[in-house]
C-alpha cells in the first residue's frame, strides 16, 4: 500500500478545473517529483493533500486513512507537512520562535524543553545560521528564510513531506545545497512529494516523476522514461530538452 494515494481528485474554481480526476501514489521512502507547465495544477494538488483546499470529488489516503477534507493541523498531526513557494513564517517572530510553533504543533505536540530541544536539531538539520536565532524573521534574507521554513516542516516530526518549489529564489549554489539537503532528509526516513520547475533538478532528484497538463495527469514514470514521452515533450519539454541522468 502506497504511504499517500490521491484517488480521482477533482478541484474546480469558478467554473475553471484545476484538476480532472487524479490519480497517483507516493511509495514510503520514494522522492516523487511533480511537474508540469504554470498552471497545471500542481500547487493546488499539494494544497489539497494538506488540507488547504477541499476537493470537488475523490479521495486522499494517507497511510491507509481517509484524510479527504480534514483541516490542515489535523493532517500535519497525522504527519503530513508542507512548506511553500512563497515563504510563510511568523515576521515579528525569531527564527527559533518560528520553528518552534512547529515543534510544538507537530504530530508529536511536547513539552516546552523538548519542543526546544528538536526545534534546535533541526535548525542544525537544515544548516541554519545558529548565530541567527534571535534574529526576527522580517530581517533574513531568501536563503535564511528557505532553511527556516523547513526546519520548522521537519519539526513537526512528518513522514510525509510536500515541497512546493523549494529552490525558487536561490541562486546555483543554494540550489545545490538544497538538492543536497533534499536527499539528506529522505536519507533520514522521511517520504517526499515535491513541485520543481528546474528540470535539472528534479529529474535529478527523483525515483519517480508525474507530469500535469491543464489539471490532468499525462504521464508517470522515470526521469528518463518521462523525459522521452512525446506527450511531455510536446506539452511542457520541448524537443530540445535531452535528459542526462
Same mark, same amino acid.
Given at each position: 500500500?502506497?504511504? +499517500?494515494?490521491?484517488?480521482?481528485?477533482?478541484?474546480?474554481?469558478?467554473?475553471?478545473?484545476?484538476?480532472?480526476?487524479?490519480?497517483?501514489?507516493?511509495?514510503?521512502?520514494? &522522492?516523487?517529483?511533480?511537474?508540469?507547465?504554470?498552471?497545471?495544477?500542481?500547487?493546488?494538488?499539494?494544497?489539497?493533500?494538506? =488540507?488547504? /483546499? %477541499?476537493?470537488?470529488?475523490?479521495?486522499?489516503?494517507?497511510?491507509?486513512?481517509?484524510?479527504?477534507?480534514?483541516?490542515?493541523? %489535523?493532517?500535519?498531526?497525522?504527519?503530513?507537512?508542507?512548506?511553500?513557494?512563497?515563504?510563510?513564517?511568523?515576521?515579528?517572530?525569531?527564527?527559533?520562535?518560528?520553528?518552534?510553533?512547529?515543534?510544538?504543533?507537530?504530530?508529536?505536540?511536547?513539552?516546552? #524543553?523538548?519542543?526546544?530541544? %528538536?526545534?534546535?536539531?533541526? +535548525? @542544525?538539520?537544515?544548516?541554519?545560521?545558529?548565530?541567527?536565532? #534571535?534574529?526576527?524573521?522580517?530581517?533574513?534574507?531568501? =536563503? #535564511?528564510?528557505?532553511?527556516?521554513?523547513?526546519?520548522?516542516?521537519?519539526?513537526?516530526?512528518?513522514?510525509?513531506?510536500? +515541497?512546493?518549489?523549494?529552490?525558487?529564489?536561490?541562486?546555483?549554489?543554494?540550489?545545490?545545497?538544497?538538492?543536497?539537503?533534499?536527499?539528506?532528509? %529522505?536519507?533520514?526516513?522521511?517520504?517526499?512529494?515535491?513541485?520543481?520547475?528546474?528540470? @535539472?533538478?528534479?529529474?535529478?532528484?527523483?525515483? @519517480? &516523476?508525474?507530469?500535469?497538463?491543464?489539471?490532468?495527469?499525462?504521464?508517470?514514470?522515470?526521469?528518463? #522514461?518521462?523525459?522521452?514521452?512525446?506527450?511531455?515533450?510536446?506539452? /511542457?519539454?520541448?524537443?530540445?530538452?535531452?535528459?542526462?541522468?
Amino acid at each position: 500500500m502506497p504511504l +499517500l494515494e490521491v484517488q480521482g481528485v477533482s478541484k474546480s474554481f469558478s467554473g475553471i478545473v484545476a484538476l480532472r480526476n487524479v490519480e497517483l501514489g507516493v511509495e514510503e521512502g520514494e &522522492i516523487l517529483g511533480l511537474v508540469g507547465p504554470n498552471g497545471a495544477g500542481k500547487s493546488t494538488l499539494i494544497n489539497v493533500i494538506s =488540507g488547504i /483546499y %477541499r476537493p470537488d470529488g475523490g479521495r486522499v489516503l494517507f497511510d491507509g486513512r481517509d484524510i479527504t477534507g480534514m483541516p490542515p493541523h %489535523r493532517i500535519c498531526h497525522l504527519g503530513i507537512t508542507r512548506t511553500f513557494q512563497n515563504v510563510e513564517t511568523f515576521p515579528e517572530l525569531t527564527a527559533l520562535e518560528n520553528v518552534l510553533v512547529g515543534a510544538l504543533f507537530g504530530k508529536n505536540a511536547s513539552s516546552g #524543553e523538548e519542543a526546544l530541544e %528538536r526545534a534546535l536539531e533541526m +535548525l @542544525r538539520f537544515v544548516g541554519f545560521p545558529m548565530g541567527r536565532l #534571535e534574529e526576527r524573521v522580517r530581517n533574513l534574507n531568501v =536563503g #535564511e528564510l528557505k532553511k527556516l521554513q523547513l526546519a520548522r516542516a521537519l519539526a513537526t516530526e512528518p513522514r510525509l513531506l510536500l +515541497l512546493d518549489e523549494v529552490t525558487t529564489g536561490l541562486n546555483p549554489k543554494e540550489s545545490k545545497d538544497a538538492v543536497r539537503m533534499i536527499r539528506k532528509i %529522505r536519507d533520514s526516513g522521511i517520504t517526499i512529494l515535491m513541485v520543481e520547475h528546474i528540470m @535539472r533538478i528534479i529529474m535529478g532528484v527523483s525515483d @519517480r &516523476i508525474v507530469v500535469l497538463n491543464y489539471g490532468e495527469k499525462i504521464a508517470e514514470g522515470t526521469p528518463r #522514461e518521462v523525459a522521452s514521452d512525446p506527450r511531455v515533450i510536446e506539452s /511542457y519539454l520541448g524537443e530540445a530538452y535531452s535528459f542526462e541522468g
